[in-house]
Nanobody, 126 residues
Framework: VQLQASGGGLVQAGGSLRLTCVFS????????MDWFRQAPGKEREFVAG????????HYSDSAKGRFTISRDNAKNTVYLQMNSLKPEDTAVYYC????????????????????WGQGTQVTVSS
């Protein structure tokens, strides 16, 4: 499995970005997909996750109400729509794939993910 994340960039506070993660491999629809982020000097943190079917989603408190995770299983792609961006959202954002079928509510630690993308930088200016 390979993951290719894109869509990051520089945006002003209050702006929006949509991150995209393209999955290369088989049976994308069985994978739980998550987004994590890591800011300089900080630990990696969970942002959002979505089940294989797309029916279950889960968000961190900081993402709730501003970010939306979605997926298109026909395109092997997961998205993270980020609105009302804040300077504290500045980080490298990573997508990750979990084949175990765990609910995204159980994947917030980032442990046991088999595949990670290379990351895309999001910078929010004040």
């Amino acid at each position: 499995v390979q993951l290719q994340a894109s869509g990051g960039g520089l945006v002003q506070a209050g702006g929006s970005l949509r991150l995209t993660c393209v999955f290369s491999g088989r049976t994308f629809s069985v994978y739980t997909m998550d987004w994590f982020r890591q800011a300089p000097g900080k630990e990696r943190e969970f942002v959002a996750g979505i089940s294989g079917s797309g029916r279950t989603t889960h968000y961190s408190d900081s993402a709730k109400g501003r970010f939306t995770i979605s997926r298109d299983n026909a395109k092997n792609t997961v998205y993270l729509q980020m609105n009302s961006l804040k300077p504290e959202d500045t980080a490298v954002y990573y997508c990750a794939a979990d084949r175990s079928g765990r609910s995204p509510l159980l994947t917030t630690s980032g442990r046991n993910f088999g595949s990670w993308g290379q990351g895309t930088q999001v910078t929010v200016s004040s």
